[in-house]
């Protein structure tokens, strides 16, 4: 197996190429061979830091988005301080430099003593799209919440997305992204239960006020029939996307994968593993920040604070 500079594994016509010469061909080499074009202008990503014991805790902390500006990060935990099974929270910090401060959970509207997570803010700071299965949801359903200041946690009473996006069939792991090249934003999330191996992703267009117009999408070249894809996050061009899946040829249960394209209407290459974030424990939820050089994820690896920590790895521009 070779890897380019990137730290992701090499292209399917090398792999085929190699793997031809061997008797025994599977479709787990061809997935641990995985054709991904490097993201070529980054360097490979650093080591994974834990963000310590302010932030995480002796229970599960993923779905976590750092703000635009780099001061905030908002997600998911089910610490028992919270409202319910799973919180939404946030941790703050005075400056780039400044260490991260005690999480305060959302509160009512937006938790509830059901299970509210997967938190998501667009861009310019107005919605927050995240998962519940609150009263009046029919499993776990996308929800829209709006504000009108983007530095205050004053939020509406969320709406849900409705039947363009939401069914019977478990949807979570909100991504709103939108950029020129795309013309509509596009909401990517996973639908399917992970409990069975068949969470997918999928997208759907979503207006700027956060109303989708349906019916949403299968991303097909990014998901593996029998496994869990999940928790997409995509470059601020939409040329790059990370997601996590339990698809064979991984380090560990589950692994961190990524996918490029040439422009934002192309189809992704098939996913390559990002080898230099992944362990043999669980990496998931990874979400990339507003310059794409800092991107957060969860994982239950050792040395970490309880069962899924919060930790940042970071690249450079070449």
């Given at each position: 197996?070779?890897?380019?500079?990137?730290?992701?594994?090499?292209?399917?016509?090398?792999?085929?190429?190699?793997?031809?010469?061997?008797?025994?061909?599977?479709?787990?080499?061809?997935?641990?061979?995985?054709?991904?074009?490097?993201?070529?202008?980054?360097?490979?990503?650093?080591?994974?830091?834990?963000?310590?014991?302010?932030?995480?805790?002796?229970?599960?902390?993923?779905?976590?988005?750092?703000?635009?500006?780099?001061?905030?990060?908002?997600?998911?935990?089910?610490?028992?301080?919270?409202?319910?099974?799973?919180?939404?929270?946030?941790?703050?910090?005075?400056?780039?430099?400044?260490?991260?401060?005690?999480?305060?959970?959302?509160?009512f509207p937006i938790n509830t003593p059901q299970a509210d997570f997967g938190p998501?803010?667009?861009?310019?700071?107005?919605?927050?799209?995240?998962?519940?299965?609150?009263?009046?949801?029919?499993?776990?359903?996308?929800?829209?919440?709006?504000?009108?200041?983007?530095?205050?946690?004053?939020?509406?009473?969320?709406?849900?997305?409705?039947?363009?996006v939401n069914t019977t069939d478990n949807e979570q792991a909100p991504n709103y992204?939108?950029?020129?090249?795309?013309?509509?934003?596009?909401?990517?999330?996973?639908?399917?239960?992970?409990?069975?191996?068949?969470?997918?992703?999928?997208?759907?267009?979503?207006?700027?006020?956060?109303?989708?117009?349906?019916?949403?999408?299968?991303?097909?070249?990014?998901?593996?029939?029998?496994?869990?894809?999940?928790?997409?996050?995509?470059?601020?061009?939409?040329?790059?996307?990370?997601?996590?899946?339990?698809?064979?040829?991984?380090?560990?249960?589950?692994?961190?994968y990524t996918s490029t394209r040439q422009n934002a209407n192309d189809d992704w290459?098939?996913?390559?593993?990002?080898?230099?974030?992944?362990?043999?424990?669980?990496?998931?939820?990874?979400?990339?920040?507003?310059?794409?050089?800092?991107?957060?994820?969860?994982?239950?690896?050792?040395?970490?604070?309880?069962?899924?920590?919060?930790?940042?790895?970071?690249?450079?521009?070449?």
């Amino acid at each position: 197996m070779s890897r380019n500079r990137t730290g992701i594994i090499t292209t399917a016509a090398t792999a085929a190429a190699l793997l031809a010469c061997t008797s025994d061909v599977t479709s787990v080499d061809l997935v641990v061979q995985a054709p991904v074009k490097s993201a070529a202008k980054y360097s490979e990503w650093s080591a994974p830091v834990n963000l310590g014991a302010i932030v995480n805790s002796t229970s599960n902390e993923q779905n976590a988005q750092l703000q635009k500006d780099g001061l905030a990060i908002y997600f998911t935990s089910n610490r028992p301080e919270g409202l319910g099974g799973l919180d939404i929270w946030v941790t703050r910090r005075e400056s780039l430099d400044a260490p991260w401060g005690p999480p305060v959970n959302l509160g009512f509207p937006i938790n509830t003593p059901q299970a509210d997570f997967g938190p998501n803010i667009s861009i310019d700071g107005h919605l927050l799209l995240f998962a519940s299965n609150r009263p009046g949801s029919q499993a776990n359903d996308l929800y829209v919440a709006r504000r009108e200041n983007p530095n205050e946690d004053e939020w509406s009473n969320p709406a849900n997305l409705g039947p363009g996006v939401n069914t019977t069939d478990n949807e979570q792991a909100p991504n709103y992204h939108q950029n020129a090249e795309e013309g509509t934003g596009n909401l990517y999330f996973n639908r399917g239960s992970q409990a069975l191996g068949a969470a997918d992703l999928y997208y759907v267009a979503v207006s700027r006020d956060g109303v989708a117009t349906g019916p949403a999408v299968l991303v097909a070249e990014l998901s593996f029939p029998g496994f869990n894809d999940i928790a997409a996050s995509l470059r601020r061009d939409a040329k790059e996307v990370f997601f996590s899946s339990t698809r064979p040829g991984g380090q560990g249960g589950s692994d961190i994968y990524t996918s490029t394209r040439q422009n934002a209407n192309d189809d992704w290459v098939f996913p390559g593993n990002v080898l230099s974030v992944n362990t043999p424990s669980d990496d998931v939820t990874p979400n990339l920040s507003f310059d794409g050089l800092t991107m957060l994820l969860a994982s239950n690896r050792p040395g970490g604070i309880g069962g899924n920590d919060l930790y940042m790895t970071t690249r450079t521009r070449k």
